[in-house]
């Protein structure tokens, strides 16, 4: 048998037969991280209510579900208990609370911000601009004209975009092919590369001309389905997916202790699977406080913030008593010093930090975009 390989195309058998070359497992196809919304580190599948904040509400990890008007929906993983779309398990849930009539300067939309590290092949704001296919699978009870929105992180360029869902409570799935735009910043570092988002509703200021790139902060077409407009309306979406192509390929499936990694950079939730989930040790510097030291299984992709859910404890010693608080000290992406207090710490004695009995209890690390 003879054989001729070609790095190229693969390798080709004396019966002109070719066994093309293998993928490299290295190339990202998909920049959605969570696009199946398996993980859900902050909420664990519980509802929640978003608030009416500018900077949004992460609710499955990478998602954000931002809007001008507190409690108007709520958004959980597989609200409705629906039957996801063949070959998925989850999918995000959102439920309009009332029947709101948006107003000028309203906006309702669920997006992710890619980070700009993970498009700077796209070459956007160049000559060169790639074209991305954004496909994804979406069910609602409302039927007709949906839209989203692609937009860079100043918020000055914008590409609104229709789709059009026809058969009320029906899983369908919709691509969207789009020229990328040769104008405008695109940040290629650490920092926001591109929103992706899907409008829920919005007024004037906030709704753009569909199918084209233009100046301007938009979340979605002019005269698009409002969501938040019908008391009890769903959005239910999963497989979302954004590739530099001209066409939709198959979702990319990614292993879930591969994709946990992948969210454990922006969000690092440590505790609330266990009554005594310990979280690190350190060491008493005073009879009242100690360091405790933290160190990530992943890079985060910044600094994170801190929120701390009591019940928590420090063990040192005989001492088994509770943390009153837990701050941020000195660190960075890779681990990070936490001061504590608490009471009757004997000064040099290390220490063990954990939840006190508690499965809700956590430390909550957040380096989002």
């Known amino acids: 048998m003879s054989l001729i390989i070609d790095g190229t195309s693969g390798v080709t058998f004396n019966d002109s037969s070719l066994q093309g070359a293998a993928a490299s497992p290295y190339v990202l196809k998909n920049r959605i991280i969570n696009g199946d919304m398996v993980i859900d580190q902050r909420n664990a599948g519980a509802s929640?209510?978003?608030?009416?904040?500018?900077?949004?509400?992460?609710?499955?990890?990478?998602?954000?579900?931002?809007?001008?008007?507190?409690?108007?929906?709520?958004?959980?993983?597989?609200?409705?208990?629906?039957?996801?779309?063949?070959?998925?398990?989850?999918?995000?849930?959102?439920?309009?609370t009332s029947a709101y009539s948006v107003v000028t300067g309203d906006y309702f939309h669920l997006y992710q911000a890619i980070e700009g590290f993970n498009i700077a092949d796209l070459a956007w704001g160049t000559a060169n601009a790639q074209t991305i296919t954004i496909s994804f699978w979406v069910r609602s009870s409302l039927t007709g004209t949906f839209g989203g929105c692609l937009r860079n992180s100043g918020t000055t360029r914008s590409y609104p975009f229709t789709y059009t869902i026809t058969s009320a409570n029906t899983w369908e799935q919709k691509t969207i092919t789009i020229a990328g735009d040769t104008s405008g910043t695109w940040l290629t570092?650490?920092?926001?590369?591109?929103?992706?988002?899907?409008?829920?509703?919005?007024?004037?200021?906030?709704?753009?001309?569909?199918?084209?790139?233009?100046?301007?902060?938009?979340?979605?077409?002019?005269?698009?389905?409002?969501?938040?407009?019908?008391?009890?309306?769903?959005?239910?979406?999963?497989?979302?997916?954004?590739?530099?192509n001209t066409s939709a390929t198959p979702f990319e499936r990614r292993l879930y202790n591969q994709e946990l990694a992948n969210c454990q950079r922006y969000c690092l939730k440590l505790g609330g699977d266990s009554a005594y989930t310990p979280y690190g040790t350190g060491n008493n510097y005073s009879t009242t406080n100690g360091n405790l030291v933290v160190n990530f299984p992943v890079s985060m992709r910044a600094t994170p913030t801190l929120t701390v859910t009591a019940p928590n404890r420090v063990l040192s010693g005989t001492v088994a008593n509770s943390v009153s608080a837990m701050s941020l000290g000195s660190g960075g992406a890779l681990g990070i010093y936490l001061d504590y207090t608490s009471t009757g710490l004997t000064v040099g004695q290390g220490s063990f930090i954990t939840a006190n009995g508690s499965t809700t209890a956590n430390l909550l690390f957040s380096a989002e975009l």
């Open 48 to 96: 929640t209510t978003p608030t009416g904040s500018g900077s949004g509400t992460y609710t499955l990890d990478r998602w954000c579900y931002q809007a001008a008007q507190t409690g108007k929906a709520t958004v959980q993983q597989n609200a409705g208990a629906v039957t996801p779309p063949t070959g998925f398990t989850n999918y995000a849930g959102i439920t309009s």
């Open 189 to 244: 570092n650490n920092g926001i590369g591109i929103y992706v988002g899907f409008g829920l509703g919005s007024g004037a200021t906030y709704s753009g001309t569909a199918g084209a790139w233009s100046a301007g902060n938009f979340v979605q077409p002019s005269s698009t389905v409002s969501v938040v407009g019908t008391n009890g309306a769903t959005f239910y979406i999963t497989g979302v997916q954004l590739e530099q």
